[in-house]
Structure formats: C-alpha cells, structure tokens
C-alpha cells in the first residue's frame, strides 16, 4: 500500500459521503449522517500519513486500497 497525504484522503473520504465538521488546528473532523463515528484527518501539508493511520482511517470511511 502506498502511503499518501492527509489532503488526499481527505479527498478520497469526501467523495464517500463524509462531510467536514470542524477543522481543530491541522485536523480535520469528518463525520457521516447515520453513523455516530468521526473521523480526524492530521493535515501536515503534503505529508504523508503513517502507514497505521492510514489503514485505520481506511477502515472506518469504508476505502478500498484500490481507490487510492
């Protein structure tokens, strides 16, 4: 899996129905109506996330590694 910046997933998560909430200081706060889950996004200009991060934050929006 390649790892990619957090403006990018952002992107990719935004495009799956999530909608920004906030931004609190370089994290942005997505959430999605009918789910009681929010998701931060670390905006670290063009960054890239952690691997781990990454894969978690994947799970939860419901991403597929082959939409990156």
């Not at 990619?4 to 799956?16: P, Y």
């Not at 906030?22 to 997505?30: A, F, K, L, Q, T």
């Not at 789910?35 to 063009?46: A, D, E, G, M, Q």
Request: overall charge positive.
């Amino acid at each position: 899996m390649k790892a990619i910046s957090g403006k990018d997933l952002c992107k990719i998560i935004e495009n799956k129905g999530w909608v920004l909430k906030r931004i609190n200081g370089s994290h942005h706060i997505y959430a999605k109506p009918g789910i009681n889950v929010r998701i931060s996004v670390p905006i670290h200009k063009n960054q890239s996330l952690k691997l781990g991060l990454q894969k978690h934050i994947m799970k939860i929006a419901d991403v597929d590694e082959g939409e990156l």
